[in-house]
């Protein structure tokens, strides 16, 4: 199941966490972020040994969208040894998300 993270809990879920974490920037106001949810939490389910899901709330966690240059919702982060290796941005498709962990194995 997906983790909350914040500003405060973002160093040790997100960069101290062993393998990749896909770091999932919404609103609750995004509709594609809304439709994007469920797909996320199949995507966790099904990769469960390879993926970690953390959802960063923009709008309680402006500074981490910053600092991570999220322009837009939803905007996925794929991160590895806390540096970030992989992004996927906008009206993003399961077969999308697949292909980039598949790629990142």
Same mark, same amino acid.
């Given at each position: ?42 995507? +966790? *389910? ?8 953390? &959802?960063?709330? /923009?709008?309680?966690?402006? %500074?981490?969208?910053?600092k991570y240059d999220v322009q837009s919702v939803p905007t ?6 806390? +540096? *970030? ?8 498709? &399961?077969?999308? /998300?697949?292909?980039?962990? %598949?790629?990142?194995?």
């Amino acid at each position: 199941m997906a983790v909350r993270v914040g500003g405060d809990t973002f160093e040790a879920e997100v960069l101290k966490a062993e393998g990749v974490v896909l770091a999932d920037f919404y609103s609750d106001s995004c509709v594609p972020c809304k439709r994007l949810s469920p797909v996320l939490a199949e995507v +966790e *389910e099904e990769y469960s040994d390879d993926i970690k899901v953390a &959802k960063i709330n /923009i709008n309680f966690d402006m %500074e981490l969208a910053g600092k991570y240059d999220v322009q837009s919702v939803p905007t996925l982060v794929f991160f590895r040894n806390g +540096e *970030e290796i992989s992004r996927l941005n906008g009206s993003i498709k &399961k077969g999308e /998300i697949v292909s980039a962990i %598949e790629n990142l194995k």
